[in-house]
């Protein structure tokens, strides 16, 4: 609660979901608040940013961290899983199988995250309209069916980003 919440803590945060659906170019966005064209598929590792939220007056430091093409190979380390505090669940609206592994990725995170993780359902490119297979009621459902919050975002546009990373340190918060 407001009154134990250790500020020094640090909150591992990581990004899943299929390659391509925007990760990268989400924590892009949210860290230096620019969207740049183009896979960033060339280095191969997992990096992170560190960001700190403000929630009721009390800062909460998320250490985000991204993987690098290793998710194309369903290679994503179990370890990457297992001392995550918060997970961003993300899928591309105009990538339907990218909708359709969340499921899988999901049986992933219940079998090796820490059964308490806090958990929200992004589906991004929110600004590619016109390429939309996936509806907005869509992933409402699912994040319904599997009791989690859900957003649509967009690393082009910042929609939600700043939105979506609060709600999750906000969560986080609470939980400790
Ligand atoms: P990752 O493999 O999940 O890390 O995905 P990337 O961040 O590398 O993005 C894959 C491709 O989708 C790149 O060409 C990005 O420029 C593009 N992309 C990512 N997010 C968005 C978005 O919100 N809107 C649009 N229009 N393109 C995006
Ligand atoms: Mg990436």
């Known amino acids: 609660d407001k009154c134990t919440y250790d500020e020094n803590q640090t909150q591992k945060t990581i990004l899943v979901g299929d390659s391509g659906v925007g990760k990268t170019s989400l924590l892009v966005q949210y860290d230096q608040g620019k969207f740049i064209p183009g896979s960033f598929t060339s280095t191969v590792g997992i990096s992170f940013t ?6 009721d007056n009390l800062k909460v430091k998320l250490q985000i961290w991204d993987t690098a093409g290793q998710e194309r190979f369903r290679s994503v380390t179990h370890a990457y899983y297992r001392d995550a505090q918060a997970l961003l669940l993300i899928y591309d609206i105009t990538n339907k199988p990218s909708f359709d592994n969340i499921r899988a990725w999901l049986t992933e995170i219940h079998e090796y995250a820490q059964k308490d993780v806090v958990i929200m359902l992004l589906g991004n490119k929110s600004d590619m309209a016109a390429e939309r297979v996936v509806k907005t009621e869509e992933g409402e459902k699912l994040a319904k069916e599997c009791g989690i919050p859900f957003m ?12 979506a990373f609060h709600a999750v ?4 918060k609470h939980r400790a």
């Not at 560190?50 to 929630?55: L, P, Q, R, T």
């Not at 340190?169 to 986080?172: G, R, T």
């Open 50 to 55: 560190n960001k700190v939220v403000d929630v």
């Open 152 to 163: 649509e975002t967009s690393a082009k546009t910042g929609v939600n980003i700043e939105l």
């Open 169 to 172: 340190a906000k969560e986080l």
